[in-house]
């Protein structure tokens, strides 16, 4: 078939330049340019979601579903998916330009790591599997939409701040008070996917290899990211806490998983995370 | 048929203040009649203003050979203020042809005017038209003139930002406060104080959709005063404080010679609203508001110098945009220049043959591909009929216009007209276009016959005069 080898050019091209389009959209202050942006992230995510189906679907599925072109490809396709919820509910068009750089870089990372497979622990059954993946990689998601916010916000918030006046691109920034609700809904939504994705985990290590804690690097940082996103959820929802403080928070939440991710995997010989060709 | 445009005028950088209230048109319309009986012209408008005269005129050149027309306007105008021609002389200017028209595009985009980008000249420039419609002093060039200056204005407007920032102080704090609050409505302000500028800032708050104003004034009798006139709320003096854990926006402008809130007294407030953010528009002099209190987290406060350092910046950055506004205000100059060179009768006449032509040979184009194969003698038939139909439809109306143009004085209207309903300038024209002069609402505009998609009909653009 055709269909599957044009597949991920289609996407990384849609991507791509839906991604620079977005950007010369927002520098020209063109909405038309946007829209049109996020129409070809829109059909990028669809073609997207039909690679998807198809690795699932294929007739080597089983080990598909542990192949790390799989699993980057379904964390890219997470973004898209976070950003185009959060687009619709909460009108927040600028996310894209968060959104479809990473979904573009996931989707390259995942072609380049064809043959790269997961150690993946027995018993691994699809309940468990999404549970345990799907619900740490949509909190991702949501800690990249909050790491952009938080970015935007740190920003303008300085320049209001310091009293440096606002430049034009600043001036069509949406409002400090926008980005701050994008902070919430990550805090109220993904600390509970994360904790479900990290409590799935642990019984997952304790049904395959009867004991909870294997003490490597990898769990002793998710349970590290766990602690400071808990932090986050109560300061923000209990404390009250608003602004630069929660902002600068998911950013440090977002780089950890980030290191969790792709340093530890890639990096470091850890139980069960690691990618090794 | 060769017309000449130019224009005279003074504006808030030729003139002083003095010159300008002396020589500022009462009555333009009286001026405009006495103008066109006193010099042999064809058409005038003229706009006054406290900012600045102009006065467009059109002339034709073969009436008015020898004479020196800019000379003479200006004597009339003179005259009429009943001033001296030499003090008038040093303090105007004079654009002519291409000129006059770039300059009356600047006006009316606003880049000409004391505050670039304000947008009170374009309602005065479209009331002077207006006017001088009324009195019949304008007609086809300045009729197309004003309208496409109108059209520049709204290109600058949504092209570029000229008039994107605020370049007052009290409207440099509302976008301050949507840049940190989003959306105002539902939003809460508080007035402490009074002042014009303060109130002013109120107004504007209000304006854009906050719900609830609090006043409150040292004399409590006062800020019940400005509650009644700004629909607010009085508070008394001594529970500011207090009230503020309900307040997002504070404008402050009393004659204390201390700061009457204090970073440890916000503190305090910003835990019982649970760290919402705040915005502080400090405008009294000496200060009210603690600078300290911007040091808190989710607390923004901006003083008088501030803003004002805000509209400077502002101010710059529409000269910047200027730049892309003239760019504009040339390419639409050209346009202009075009139309005016179209509306003579031998341009017209063969703008004409060639819409019928064009017309005939995509219709003949149709009507042979639905055929199929036809013969060499039937496909010349068809030719000669369908060149013939539309060069014999077109004869009568030519011969009108070439009558017309024999007369005195009628023959660019009656063009004119003939351009604007065969579309022979290829002119966009907006399904809504002069709505308010329609006085039956049908809605079948589009011809059931014949209208192709590359084509756009002037529809309903109904003359002026």
């Known amino acids: ?25 927002s520098a020209l202050r063109n909405d038309r340019l946007k829209n049109s942006a996020l129409v070809l992230g829109a059909l990028g995510f669809a073609l997207h979601s039909l690679d998807l189906v198809h690795i699932m679907t294929g007739a080597d599925a ?64 699809g309940l468990f599997f999404f549970l345990h993946i799907g619900t740490l990689f949509a909190s991702m998601a949501l800690l990249a939409m909050a790491f952009g916010a938080g970015l935007a916000f740190l920003h303008l918030e300085k320049r209001i701040k310091t009293k440096a006046g606002l430049k034009q691109f600043q001036k069509d920034m949406p409002s400090l008070d926008t980005f701050d609700r994008v902070n919430h809904f990550v805090a109220l939504c993904g600390f509970p996917l ?32 766990l602690v400071l996103y808990a932090y986050l959820f109560h300061q923000r929802l209990a404390m009250g806490w608003r602004g630069r403080k929660p902002a600068v928070m998911a950013i440090c939440v977002f780089l950890l998983t980030v290191i969790s991710m792709l340093g530890v995997n890639f990096l470091v010989p850890t139980t069960f995370h690691g990618f090794k060709p | 048929m060769d017309k000449s445009i130019f224009l005279i005028g003074l504006n808030h950088r030729s003139a002083g203040v003095n010159v300008r209230e002396k020589f500022a048109l009462t009555n333009v319309a009286d001026f405009e009649k006495s103008l066109l009986a006193a010099c042999p012209l064809r058409e005038v408008m003229a706009l006054s203003t406290c900012n600045r005269v102009e006065i467009l005129v059109v002339a034709d050149n073969d009436r008015c050979e020898g004479v020196d027309l800019p000379e003479a306007v200006l004597r009339h105008w003179a005259e009429t203020c009943g001033g001296q021609v030499d003090a008038l002389r040093t303090h105007t200017y004079r654009h002519v042809s291409m000129d006059a028209v770039t300059h009356l595009f600047c006006v009316a985009a606003s880049l000409d005017s ?19 419609v009324e009195t019949g002093t304008a007609r086809v060039i300045i009729n197309r003139l004003l309208h496409k200056s109108f059209s520049v204005a709204k290109r600058v407007r949504t092209e570029t930002a000229i008039a994107s920032s605020a370049v007052s102080i009290s409207y440099a704090a509302v976008e301050l406060a949507k840049k940190i609050f989003g959306e105002l409505a539902g939003k809460t302000a508080m007035l402490v104080g009074a002042g014009e500028m303060a109130e002013l800032a109120a107004t504007h708050l209000l304006a854009s959709g906050i719900e609830k104003l609090y006043i409150t004034n040292r004399t409590y009798s006062r800020a019940q005063e400005l509650a009644k006139t700004m629909h607010g ?32 007294d916000i503190r305090e407030v910003l835990k019982k609203r649970r760290n919402r953010a705040m915005f502080f528009i400090d405008i009294a002099v000496p200060r009210d508001i603690d600078p300290d209190v911007n040091a808190l987290d989710n607390v923004y406060l901006y003083d008088i110098d501030d803003l004002k350092e805000v509209v400077e910046e502002n101010m710059s950055a529409r000269q910047g945009e200027a730049v892309k506004a003239r760019a504009i205000v040339e390419v639409e100059a050209q346009a202009f220049a075009t139309w005016l060179k179209a509306l003579a009768l031998q341009p017209t006449i063969t703008d004409l043959l060639k819409r019928a032509e064009d017309v005939a040979e995509r219709e003949l184009a149709k009507t042979l591909k639905r055929l199929g194969d036809v013969d060499d003698e039937t496909r010349e038939a068809l ?83």
């Open chain 2, 233 to 264: 709320e009085a508070i008394l003096f001594e529970s500011m404080v207090d009230q503020l854990r309900d307040v997002d926006i504070v404008i402050s402008s009393t004659g204390s010679p201390t700061a009457i809130i204090r970073a440890k």
């Open chain 2, 383 to 465: 030719e000669v009929l369908v060149s013939s139909v539309s060069r014999k439809l077109l004869h009568e109306p030519i011969c009108f216009l070439k009558r017309r143009t024999r007369e005195e004085g009628t023959a660019e209207r009656f063009i004119d007209m003939t351009r604007r309903i065969f579309n022979l300038d290829a002119d966009a024209v907006i399904e809504d276009a002069h709505l308010d002069r329609r006085t039956v609402d049908d809605e079948a505009i589009d011809c059931e016959c014949c209208r192709d998609e590359d084509t756009s009909p002037a529809r309903d653009k109904t003359e002026m005069n």
């Open chain 2, 114 to 132: 004391m505050v670039m980008g304000e947008p009170q000249i374009l309602g005065q420039l479209k009331s002077s038209y207006r006017k001088a």
């Open chain 1, 194 to 225: 994360y904790t479900l994705g990290l409590a799935s985990g642990y019984v997952w290590a304790w049904l395959a290899a009867r004991r909870v804690f294997s003490l490597d690097p990898k769990e002793l940082l998710a349970l590290a990211v």
């Open chain 1, 62 to 125: 089983t080990p598909g579903l542990t192949a790390g072109r799989f699993l980057f490809c379904l964390l890219g396709w997470g973004m898209l998916l976070i950003f185009l919820l959060l687009w619709w509910r909460l009108k927040l068009k600028f996310l894209a330009v968060v959104a479809m750089p990473l979904a573009l870089m996931l989707y390259i990372t995942a072609n380049a790591t064809v043959g790269v497979n997961a150690k993946l622990p027995p018993m691994l059954s």
């Open chain 1, 1 to 25: 078939m055709i269909l599957p080898e044009l597949l991920p050019i289609l996407v990384i091209a849609l991507y791509f330049l839906g991604t620079v389009l977005f950007v010369v959209g």
